[in-house]
């Protein structure tokens, strides 16, 4: 096997991994941003977010796949990880 191959299967497995384990924190997160930010009553608030956490894991596993390389697909997660955890956990509410 050559260089070129197994880079390029490593790549592909690290975009897969990503889509699959680093959206699953994404769509949690943003989940419970709604659940907490939306002008709704409590119940209703967490209902949304509870309907809503599977759709969003799979819109973010899509959008992961998008990525040019597994690297990209990787920070990408990290990124909105990051931003929505200041946001559930640094905005009070």
């Known amino acids: ?5 197994a880079a390029s299967r ?3 497995s ?13 769509a949690a997160l943003a989940s ?3 659940a907490r930010f939306l002008p709704l009553p ?13 759709p969003l894991w799979i819109a973010a ?9 597994g690297k990209r697909a990787w920070l990408g997660c990290a990124g909105a990880t990051a931003l929505l955890a200041a ?3 640094g905005v009070p509410h």
């Open 61 to 69: 596993m899509c959008v992961a796949f998008l990525a040019r390389s």
């Open 32 to 34: 419970t941003a709604l």
């Open 1 to 5: 096997m050559s260089a070129r191959v």
């Open 87 to 89: 946001l559930v956990y």
């Open 42 to 54: 409590e119940d209703v608030r967490a209902s949304i977010g509870f309907v809503v956490a599977v």
């Open 10 to 12: 490593l790549d592909a």
């Open 14 to 26: 690290l975009r897969v991994l990503a889509a699959i384990a680093g959206t699953l924190p994404v």
